[in-house]
């Protein structure tokens, strides 16, 4: 059953990826980015991982909202205009992803999948101990990923901002 | 899973769905009667005993009118948009806990129809994903003010979904807890969290109504400069779609600002009514309670609709970004310190 559905889901995830690369309308692209999105979330709540799934759900399609807006005001939106390439550009972008897939498929081989990671715990993906384990295992790259995110939205409001001397 | 279960979730679910059904239809009556008493006239009076199936009649003309799709536009993302508006607006009820458990037949039957520990945040997640009908819509119809309605949309919801969001972290700080269900056990009687939350009420119910589109933050739609904002070249049912979506999501934010700061089914001496109607009707009454609580807050939404005009778009985003977000980090930073003063006394 969970199998069964887990291979549905994934093909689904593959599915509407593959949507994303191939529909030439970019609003169209976005939207199907939202769906391969949601099937994430499925994902993530069929390993248990309720917390995740719903943050997965907030943050991402909350994200592809401001893509949304990206793709509405800086793109011109005539169908086609972005298939129109240089060869040489689809040459580099091929070997570029054929790149990509070798060292994937590489590393996923090279990962021992034999012996599966059993869980301890079932609940591990709940709040509560996602909360504990944050807070206590793991303090310094919490702290740290937290003081990374914050620079990044310093940056972004320096660059925001207008430059008083200049104007 | 037995039998009774999914029965009784079903049950449940279709009487929710009902009731959410019925107000919605209701509230655009009531808001018509409403706006007729705050402008000193009668409203609709006319379809049946003081103007009560208006509803019905609208609903009617809704699917008799003919339906438009612009030859331009989208037509697939065209009918998506108002039925994803549709959809979004039905899913959050379900965290809702409605009452307290009922006994039926030996068994303890829940009137919430599901308690995910992360109930708050799938209904964050709900109305985050309401407005991609909106956007959706407003861009298929191939038409500016359609796309600026939209557009509008979108950046008022990314802008105050952040001093909401932060706002109800406050109140995360002082239950403990993100399930629904537990965050309405924790307000029994009249110990509810408005009492310890007010500033934080105050910035939810602000933020709620940007989130619904309402007046004075109804800007994808303002007719002053957009025709019709992202509905401008919607007709008939699909019209009809957006416009109980705005009320199903008028009905939810009551709802779940009943449940977070007003206790939910709670109310003074249910402990005393409890034990005298029993364990089947008491918890009913907590529900009729529960509705009557979202009755007043839809009340709210419409006395603010037809008394406060509507906000330009540069003072919308200056009391998002410059007021209820630093309110909000304020709010977290006062909670926390009195909750650490508390635990050390």
């Known amino acids: 059953m969970s199998i069964s559905l887990f291979y549905f889901v994934a093909f689904l995830t593959i599915f509407f990826a593959l949507l994303v690369i191939f529909s030439k309308n970019p609003v169209h692209s976005v939207l199907y980015l939202i769906v391969t999105f949601f099937t994430f979330t499925l994902h993530y709540i069929m390993l248990n991982a309720q917390f995740l799934a719903i943050v997965n759900?907030?943050?991402?399609m909350g994200a592809i909202m401001v893509l949304f807006l990206f793709v509405l005001m800086l793109l011109n939106l005539n169908e086609g205009s972005i298939g129109s390439k240089s060869n040489l550009l689809k040459m580099v972008g091929v070997i570029a992803g054929m790149c990509l897939i070798i060292t994937l498929v590489g590393s996923l081989r090279a990962l021992d999948t034999s012996d599966p990671l059993v869980l301890q715990t079932q609940d591990l993906g709940l709040v509560k101990n996602l909360g504990k384990v944050l807070f206590s295992k793991f303090?310094?790259?919490?702290?740290?990923?937290?003081?990374?995110?914050?620079?990044?939205?310093?940056?972004?409001?320096?660059?925001?901002?207008?430059?008083?001397?200049?104007? | 899973m037995e039998l009774a279960f999914i029965i009784e979730k079903f049950a449940l679910i279709l009487v929710?769905?009902?009731?959410?059904?019925?107000i919605a239809a209701y509230s655009t009556l009531a808001e018509r009667k409403i706006a007729g008493f705050l402008q000193d006239r009668v409203g609709p009076n006319r379809a049946g005993?003081?103007?009560?199936?208006?509803?019905?009649?609208?609903?009617?003309?809704?699917?008799?009118k003919e339906e438009i799709i612009p030859t331009e536009s989208s037509t697939a993302l065209f009918i998506l948009g108002p039925s994803l508006a549709l959809f979004t607006s039905f899913l959050g009820s379900a965290v809702i806990p409605w009452g307290q458990d009922v006994e039926i037949a030996g068994r303890m039957v829940s009137l919430q129809?599901?308690?995910?520990n992360v109930g708050m945040l799938y209904i964050f997640g709900v109305v985050s994903l309401g407005v991609y009908g909106i956007m959706i819509g407003?861009?298929?119809?191939?038409?500016?003010?359609s796309l600026m309605g939209a557009v509008r949309a979108a950046s008022q919801n990314i802008s105050y979904e952040i001093p909401m969001g932060l706002s109800i972290i406050a109140l995360l700080m002082s239950t403990n807890t993100l399930s629904m269900k537990e965050i309405a056990e924790q307000q029994h009687g009249i110990n509810w969290n408005i009492f310890y939350q007010p500033l934080g009420f105050l910035i939810f119910l602000v933020c709620s109504f940007a989130e619904t589109n309402r007046t004075p933050f109804d800007l994808p739609e303002c007719e002053t400069e957009l025709v019709g904002g992202y509905h401008t070249e919607y007709s008939?049912?699909?019209?009809?779609?957006?416009?109980f979506a705005e009320y199903l999501n008028m009905f939810l934010a009551s709802a779940v600002m009943s449940t977070l700061y007003f206790g939910g089914y709670n109310y003074p001496g249910m402990d005393w009514v409890n034990e005298m109607a029993g364990s089947v009707i008491g918890p009913f009454i907590g529900m009729g309670v529960l509705i009557l609580k979202i009755f007043a807050f839809i009340f709210l939404f419409m006395w603010v609709r037809w008394t406060v005009p509507r906000f330009r778009y540069d003072q919308l985003m200056n009391l998002g970004w410059k007021i209820l977000i630093p309110l909000a980090i304020a709010n977290i930073v006062i909670t926390g310190i009195v909750i650490t003063i508390f635990e050390k006394l």
């Open chain 1, 139 to 167: 303090l310094l790259p919490f702290e740290i990923s937290s003081i990374l995110l914050l620079s990044a939205m310093i940056g972004a409001v320096l660059l925001a901002k207008k430059d008083i001397k200049q104007v």
């Open chain 2, 138 to 145: 407003g861009w298929a119809s191939n038409n500016k003010f």
């Open chain 1, 57 to 60: 759900f907030i943050v991402y």
């Open chain 2, 236 to 243: 008939g049912f699909k019209m009809g779609a957006y416009m």
């Open chain 2, 49 to 64: 005993p003081g103007g009560m199936f208006q509803p019905l009649a609208d609903g009617l003309k809704m699917f008799f």
């Open chain 2, 113 to 116: 129809i599901t308690d995910i």
């Open chain 2, 16 to 22: 929710i769905f009902v009731i959410s059904l019925t």
